[in-house]
Structure formats: C-alpha cells, structure tokens
T-cell receptor, first 113, second 114 residues
Framework: KAGVTQTPRYLIKTRGQQVTLSCSPI?????VSWYQQTPGQGLQFLFE???????NKGNFPGRFSGRQFSNSRSEMNVSTLELGDSALYLC????????????FGQGTRLTVV | AQSVTQLDSQVPVFEEAPVELRCNYS??????LFWYVQYPNQGLQLLLK??????LVESINGFEAEFNKSQTSFHLRKPSVHISDTAEYFC????????????FGGGTRLMVKP
C-alpha cells in the first residue's frame, strides 16, 4: 500500500508570491490534515479536511487555505508569502474515524526569500 | 484547550543506557496520546499510541510508554538505546472533540553517543 505522498519536496518562493502544495493520502483514507513545522513554533495544526469539507481549523491567517477533492487528495495554498512562512509543511492521512493513527508524508520544505 | 509539554528539549545518552523522555499534557476531557519519531528530513512516524485499555503500551522496537491519568503524563522509556534511536521525538494529544487534530509538544532531541 503506498504511503502519503507530498509534492513537491522542496520549494523556493519569493515574498509576495503564492504557493500550492499537494498531498495524496493513503488509498481509502478520507481525512487529510496539514501541519506547519518551524524551529521556533514547532508543529502547529493548520486544518483538517474530511470528505471534501473542512472539519477543523487551526489559528492561522486567512492567507492559508486548503481544499480536498473527491478522490481525497488535498491541496493547501498560501498567498502573499512572508519570510515567516518558511517551514516544513506536513500532511497527515487518517481513515476518517477520530483519534486513530495518523500517517504522515515526508513533507514539503518551503523557503521564502 | 489542550496543551503538551515535553520537559527536555535535548537528552544526551550513551549507547546501551536507559532513557526516559518526559511528556505532560493538559486537557479537560478524555484524551488519546501518541509518541511520534522524526528522523532528519523526514516526516513523522508513529512510535506508539494510547487510546484506551492497558495504560502501558509498547512499540515493536523496544520503546514503551505509560499513561498516568493522575499525573497527566505519558513518558516514553527504553531500557537500552541504540545509535539508530538518535532522532527527535514528539508527544501528541487528541480527544473526541478535536476530530483528527493533534496537539504536539515541542519535541525532544535524543542524542545517543557511542
């Protein structure tokens, strides 16, 4: 069974640009969550999508958005990039039942210059 | 609101020595607890989890953790560490009201020395 796939692995963007990151969950999993990891703030929850609906949202500005498609693949978008958005963005895939094991992808390393 | 505190940001230890990584949580409802491990430039891998039942949970690679409700702790232990255990370890909590949202501690870097 294939794991969670995140693309791209690395990105370099300029301040003010926007970026889209992609996550393909494990086959059959219906929930996708996104996390931001930085040295200063650690791992912070961005949002969770389940059956194409946002089910939970963390404390991030509206520049951070996401969506989920009917095949459970998810994208997150960050608009008007700031230097502080440089981070490892991790996607987690879960079958859908709350509190079960979350499987993480390898992440997308975003650098904003 | 939930919170997780990992008391040690770094733990150096010699190979074959025992180790304990501490984790305390705060929550007003029943919780589910997890330990994840992260190797350099990798995502997170689940080490072990407590959902219900026995308060002592074990992983296949020799780690164990004990859920202590009265002390709101979920410390991770291993009786004898190996060089390959060098990594960052994250404690996380979830509950029935949070969907699949995980709240993570700040992480503990385990450094195993030969």
């Amino acid at each position: 069974k294939a794991g969670v796939t995140q693309t791209p692995r690395y990105l370099i963007k300029t301040r003010g640009q926007q970026v889209t990151l992609s996550c393909s969950p494990i086959s059959g999993h219906r929930s996708v969550s996104w996390y931001q990891q930085t040295p200063g703030q650690g791992l912070q929850f961005l949002f969770e999508y389940f059956s194409e609906t946002q089910r939970n949202k963390g404390n991030f500005p509206g520049r951070f958005s996401g969506r989920q498609f009917s095949n459970s693949r998810s994208e997150m978008n960050v608009s008007t990039l700031e230097l502080g958005d440089s981070a490892l963005y991790l996607c987690a895939s879960t079958p859908g039942t709350s509190n079960t094991e979350a499987f993480f992808g390898q992440g997308t390393r975003l650098t904003v210059v | 609101a939930q919170s997780v505190t990992q008391l040690d940001s770094q733990v150096p230890v010699f190979e074959e020595a025992p180790v304990e990584l501490r984790c305390n949580y705060s929550s007003s409802v029943s919780v589910y607890l997890f330990w994840y491990v992260q190797y350099p430039n990798q995502g997170l891998q689940l080490l072990l989890k407590y959902l219900s039942g026995s308060t002592l949970v074990e992983s296949i690679n020799g780690f164990e953790a004990e859920f202590n409700k009265s002390q709101t702790s979920f410390h991770l232990r291993k009786p004898s560490v190996h060089i390959s255990d060098t990594a960052e370890y994250f404690c996380a909590v979830s509950d029935n009201n949070a969907g699949n949202m995980l709240t993570f501690g700040g992480g503990t870097r385990l450094m195993v020395k030969p």
